[in-house]
């Protein structure tokens, strides 16, 4: 027996080790587009909206199931401590003969202590103007559904786009610091070997040591930024936070070329290709499929309808599983329900549904407003960071060539020291524009797409 508790034992231990090793583990390379498609499939956000679908699809599936038979059985045993006495009038009835005087009430029992009821009843809708409006209503949220799964798609792809440059721009100044910080270290040296032989004076190296302490913080506040982007990142892909994230794209010249081409067709605003607008037209159709809806409250059901059963009864409990006591009825029919007064409560629910549709066709129209102002606001921001990006490009080379002019003067003896440590401040500020320039024109680029409706999912 111990033997064999060993043997499970291990065996059980076996299948979790496997269980785990056919796990597949997380990537860890990612190019844009492969952290996209990544990030469209593992996101919270999507998930939830695929979810959303299917609750709709099941929505749907509730109301057909309206058009189906609806068949239920029900059983009822019923003890009467006192059975239920019928009161008639001698004279009247089966009484008409009765000896007693005429009008005399007479009472009777016609039930048994013991009653079992049995019974399987159902219906079939025949006629129901509701139904088909429900129907239209059901297709229409499926719709909303869909779309708005592409909407929240559209939305975790600029997101994801957004974190994946930040990344990419924050890592290519880190770089860039950690090559300032370099140079600027070997000339603290330089000054310091300059000043221990009297070639330099002791403010010379306070400087260069006050701007490299400057760099070095910035150093530190960059690798912070650099790890909240990838963190930022990791979230938009849903990725688990020991992963190491490494990024296959990078950053290249002709990457803001196509943001000219924008600028020189200068796109309008289409509305139909903005996926909240055709969710808007979705919420129409589906307004107006809520009015007939409320409306049909008005129209008579037409129904057929149908029972089986048994009612035996008896004085003893026991006698009711005699079977001479049981016997089946059959019922079928048709059931017509025509409502004539509900408290005004139909009429106020067409008017609710009217005042909604009125709400949507409003928020239709600030809809095209609002494209129109995000289509031109997004313009603008191109050409604002296009701008700044080609004056930061032409401010970083004039800061490289000035501190390699003033680096060669030094070392000739020509240039002052506070002169090459302000250079090099003026390249590192220099370099910090350029790369935010760049990054805020991938920014306003992936903003412009999203505004005309560019990104399809």
């Keep these: 027996m111990k033997k064999t508790s060993i043997v499970l034992l291990l065996t059980l231990i076996s299948l979790c080790l496997q269980a785990q090793q056919q796990t597949p583990p997380e990537p860890t390379s990612f190019s844009l587009q492969q952290a996209i498609d990544y990030g469209l499939v593992e996101n919270f956000n999507v998930k939830n909206s695929d979810l959303q679908s299917e609750l709709r699809t099941a929505q ?21 401590f006192n059975v239920q006495q019928n009161i008639t009038e001698s004279g009247i009835g089966f009484q008409a003969n009765s000896p007693l005087p005429k009008g005399t009430p007479i009472a009777f029992q016609l039930g048994l202590k013991n009653t079992f009821t049995p019974n399987i009843t159902g219906s079939q809708i025949l006629f129901d103007k ?15 559904a869909d779309k708005t799964i592409t909407k929240t798609k559209i939305d975790v792809s600029v997101n994801i786009t957004k974190a994946y440059y930040s990344v990419l721009v924050n890592e290519k100044q880190l770089q860039a610091i950690e090559s300032n910080l370099a140079s600027l270290d070997s000339m603290y040296r330089e000054s310091n070997a300059r000043y221990e032989s009297g070639l330099a004076r002791s403010i010379d190296v306070s400087r260069t040591l006050v701007s490299l302490n400057n760099v070095k913080e910035q150093r530190q506040e960059v690798i912070r930024t650099v790890a909240l982007s990838r963190s930022i990142l990791r979230y938009q892909m849903n990725l688990s936070e020991e992963n190491p994230l490494i990024l296959t794209d990078s950053l290249y010249p002709g990457m803001l070329e196509g943001i000219q081409k924008i600028l020189s067709e200068e796109k309008k605003a289409v509305y139909s290709n903005r996926i909240e607008y055709s969710i808007i037209e979705s919420q129409e159709k589906y307004n107006s499929y809520l009015v007939k809806y409320a409306q049909a409250g008005h129209y008579p059901r037409l129904l057929a309808i149908g029972s089986f059963g048994y009612n035996p009864g008896a004085t003893k409990f026991a006698d009711l599983t005699q079977s001479e006591r049981w016997y089946d009825y059959s019922t079928v029919g048709l059931r017509l329900q025509i409502p004539i007064f509900s408290g005004f409560a139909t009429n106020y629910k067409v008017q609710q549904s009217k005042i ?21 606001q997004a313009l603008i921001n191109l050409y604002n960071s296009v701008q700044s990006f080609n004056i930061q490009k032409q401010n970083l080379e004039l800061a490289q060539e000035n501190l390699v002019v003033l680096r060669a003067e030094y070392e000739a003896g020509i240039a002052l020291n506070v002169e090459v440590t302000t250079a090099e401040s003026d390249l590192i500020e220099a370099q910090t524009n350029y790369y935010r320039a760049v990054y805020v ?4 680029k992936a903003d412009y797409d999203r505004s005309v409706g560019n990104i399809v999912r």
Excluded: C
């Design 60 to 80: 749907k599936g509730e109301v057909r199931a309206g058009l189906l038979p609806q068949i239920s059985a029900n059983a009822d045993l019923i003890h009467s």
């Design 130 to 144: 509701s139904f088909f409006s429900a129907q239209g209503t059901a297709v229409a949220n499926q719709e909303i």
């Design 356 to 376: 909604q549709q009125r709400i949507t066709q409003n928020n239709k129209r600030s809809l095209e407003k609002e494209i129109n102002l995000e289509v031109e």
């Design 441 to 444: 024109a991938l920014i306003s």
